[in-house]
């Protein structure tokens, strides 16, 4: 439900606010990033069933990096909400 949010909200908020989306395709890459890692999340809520260390630590990283697109998506909205070129890699 997060990841259809995010894209909601990157379609909504450059045309409310009559901004173009700055670089899309880091946000989309993010965007698959997210979905894809979100699939190997599922599990960290399965804490209490007797998982392998392995298995548990597996699941404790993948929930860490699944912040990493999430944090691109989140800079590159401020960033179109702003109209800050500098931070889009664009002259």
Known sequence: ?????????SEVAPVLGRKPLLVSRPMVTS???IVFLSMAVWAHHLLTVGMSIVLETFFMAM????AIPTDVEFFKGIATARGDR?????P
């Not at 990841?3 to 909601?8: E, V, Y």
């Not at 500098?86 to 664009?90: I, Q, T």
Request: hydrophobic share 60%; aromatic share 10%; proline share 5%.
């Open 31 to 33: 965007f698959l990033a």
């Open 63 to 66: 929930s860490v990096l699944v």
């Open 1 to 9: 439900m997060i990841p259809l949010g995010f894209r909601i909200a």
């Open 86 to 90: 500098s931070v889009s890699g664009c």
